[in-house]
C-alpha cells in the first residue's frame, strides 16, 4: 500500500516509473560535449600534423629538386647530365618511400627520370629557380597492376641557353605521401593518447560530482522507502543543497495536509460512532423494557426484531470504530509497548467465558499454566481487539455444542496466536474472501462483514500475518503470526 504523498506524486505530469535518470541524464549531456570536441580536437590534430609533415617532406623535395637541377648543365645551347648510375640508386633505394624524379625541356617533353610523374598545374609565367609543391597520383610503370601511387611532387623551373637564345627546363622530383600520412598518423596517435586518458580521468571526476550532487536526493529517497506507511513526520534534510531543500519542504507540507486530513476524517469516525453509540443503547434498553413489559405477541415479535436491528447496529458501530482506529494513520498516535500473547488470551477468554456459556459453547485456553510469556511489540488495544474479533466469530458461527480452543506459542522468530473450533468451518473458495470488508461466507448468525477485515489490518500494522485452515474432521482455525521479542 502506497503512501499518500508517494500516489501524489505518482499523478504529478512527467513523473512516471520509467523516466530516464536524472544521474544518466547529466552524464550524458556533460560527456557528450567531451566526446564531441575530442573527435574536433583528433581532427585538427591530425590536419596539424599533416601540414607540418608537408613541411618536413617539402623541406627535402627542395633541397633533392636542387641537387638534381645542378647536375643538368647547360653547354651552349644543349644540356651535360651528370647523373651516375649510383645516384640514382640511392634515390629508389627505399621501396617504401620512394623518390621519383623527371627532367624535362622544355616542359612536358621528357628528357631523363620517370615519365608517370603527373605534371604541374598550369602557370602562365612561372617564377624561375623557385619551386612549386602539388599532390598528385601516378603509375608505377615497373608494377603495371600495382594501384596509382599518391604523391607530393616538387616543380622547378629554369631557364639555360646562350644570351638571347634561352629555353625552360623543368626538375620535377616526387615522393610517396605514405611517410607523410603515418607521420601524421603518427602524431595523432602521440597526442590522442594522453588526451584520450586526460577524457577519461575527466569523466571519472564529473561522474563522481554528479554523483556526490545528487547524494541528497538519494538520502531523501532512502528516507522515503524506509518509511512505515503510517509515517507522516517531516523529512530533515537541513544539510541538503537549496534545490533538495525546496523538495523537501514541498513533500512535508504535503505530509502536513495528509495527516491533518487523516486526523479529520478519524475524529469525524470517532465523534460519528459515539454519537451512534447513545441512542442505540437507548433504543436497545427501550426494546429490552418493552419485551418484559408487554404479552402480545404479535408485539413481542416485533419488538425483537427491534431488539435484534439494534443490537446488530451497536456492534456494526463499535466495528467500525475499532476499524478506524485499526488504520495506519490512526495507529500513529499509540504508543507500542512489549505485549504477552499468552496473558492476553487467558484474560480474554476469561471475559468471555459468560458469553461462550451463554451460546452453549466450551471456551477454553491451552498452555497457561507455568508456560513462558510469548511477548510482541505492538499496540496491546489493538492486538485485544484481533484477538476479540477471532473469539467473536468463532463463538458466533461454531453452533451450539461446539468446542472452541485459543493457544498462545512461539515458533521460532514468531508469536502464534491459534483460535480454533470445531464448528462447519468454511469452503477453502471463502478462506481469504472473507477478509474483505462487509464480505460474508453466510448469512447466519448477526455479524456485520468487518471482524476478519479488522483483524487483518491490525495483524499487517504489527508486521504479521492471518490466515484461516481447515481442522479435521471438521472445523477451523484461525492462526495469527507475529514477530516476537527475545
Not at 624524379?101 to 609565367?125: A, E, H, R
Not at 437507548?282 to 416485533?302: F, N, V
Not at 491451552?366 to 499496540?379: E, I, L
Not at 487483518?456 to 504479521?464: C, D, M, Q
Request: aromatic share 4%.
Amino acid at each position: 500500500m502506497l503512501s499518500p504523498f508517494k500516489r501524489v506524486l505518482r499523478r504529478v505530469p512527467g513523473v512516471t516509473p520509467g523516466t530516464r535518470s536524472l544521474e544518466r541524464h547529466l552524464l550524458l549531456w556533460l560527456l557528450l560535449p567531451q566526446l564531441v570536441l575530442w573527435l574536433a580536437a583528433a581532427y585538427v590534430t591530425y590536419n596539424v600534423a599533416e601540414r607540418y609533415a608537408n613541411k618536413a617532406i617539402d623541406a627535402s623535395l627542395t633541397t633533392a629538386t636542387r641537387a638534381l637541377a645542378r647536375q643538368v648543365k647547360p653547354i651552349g645551347n644543349g644540356l651535360f647530365i651528370d647523373f651516375p648510375r649510383a645516384a640514382q640508386d640511392i634515390i629508389e633505394a627505399d621501396p617504401d618511400d620512394r623518390v621519383y624524379y623527371m627532367v624535362s625541356t622544355p616542359p612536358g617533353q621528357f628528357i631523363l627520370g620517370n615519365k608517370q610523374l603527373p605534371p604541374p598545374p598550369p602557370i602562365v609565367d612561372p617564377r624561375l629557380g623557385e619551386p612549386y609543391f602539388y599532390d598528385g597520383t601516378m603509375g608505377d610503370r615497373a608494377q603495371a597492376a600495382r594501384p596509382p601511387i599518391n604523391v607530393r611532387v616538387a616543380a622547378l623551373y629554369l631557364s639555360y641557353g646562350e644570351e638571347g637564345i634561352t629555353q625552360r627546363m623543368l626538375v620535377q622530383i616526387a615522393r610517396s605521401r605514405a611517410s607523410r600520412e603515418q607521420l601524421a598518423k603518427q602524431i595523432l596517435v602521440d597526442t590522442a593518447l594522453p588526451l584520450s586518458a586526460l577524457m577519461a580521468l575527466m569523466s571519472m571526476i564529473v561522474w563522481a560530482g554528479i554523483r556526490a550532487g545528487l547524494a541528497p536526493l538519494s538520502r531523501m529517497r532512502a528516507l522515503v522507502e524506509d518509511r512505515a506507511p503510517n509515517d507522516l513526520a517531516p523529512i530533515e534534510l537541513e544539510a541538503a543543497p537549496q534545490e533538495v531543500r525546496a523538495l523537501a519542504k514541498a513533500i512535508n507540507s504535503l505530509l502536513a495536509e495528509v495527516q491533518e486530513s487523516v486526523s479529520s476524517q478519524k475524529r469525524f469516525i470517532s465523534d460519528a460512532a459515539h454519537q451512534l453509540r447513545t441512542p442505540l443503547a437507548g433504543l436497545k434498553s427501550q426494546t429490552e423494557l418493552a419485551l418484559h413489559e408487554t404479552s402480545d405477541p404479535a408485539l413481542k415479535a416485533r419488538l425483537q426484531r427491534v431488539n435484534e436491528s439494534a443490537t446488530r447496529s451497536a456492534h456494526l458501530v463499535n466495528q467500525l470504530l475499532t476499524l478506524a482506529r485499526a488504520e495506519p494513520e490512526s495507529a500513529i498516535g499509540q504508543g507500542r509497548a512489549r505485549v504477552d500473547l499468552r496473558k492476553l488470551t487467558a484474560e480474554l477468554s476469561a471475559e468471555l467465558v459468560p458469553r461462550a456459556i451463554a451460546a452453549g459453547i466450551d471456551l477454553g485456553v491451552d498452555g497457561v499454566d507455568d508456560a513462558p510469556p510469548v511477548g510482541v511489540m505492538g499496540h496491546a488495544f489493538l492486538l485485544r481487539e484481533a484477538l476479540t474479533n477471532l473469539v467473536d466469530n468463532a463463538l458466533r458461527y461454531a453452533g451450539r455444542g461446539s468446542v472452541v480452543t485459543v493457544r498462545a506459542k512461539a515458533q521460532g522468530a514468531q508469536a502464534v496466536v491459534e483460535v480454533e473450533d470445531n464448528g462447519p468451518g468454511l469452503a477453502e473458495g471463502d478462506r481469504e474472501r472473507v477478509f474483505q470488508r462487509f464480505v460474508r461466507a453466510t448469512h447466519e448468525g448477526s455479524g456485520c462483514g468487518l471482524g476478519l477485515a479488522i483483524v487483518r489490518e491490525i495483524v499487517g500494522r504489527h508486521g504479521g500475518t492471518i490466515v484461516l485452515e481447515s481442522v479435521e474432521p471438521r472445523g477451523l482455525r484461525a492462526v495469527m503470526r507475529l514477530p516476537r521479542l527475545a
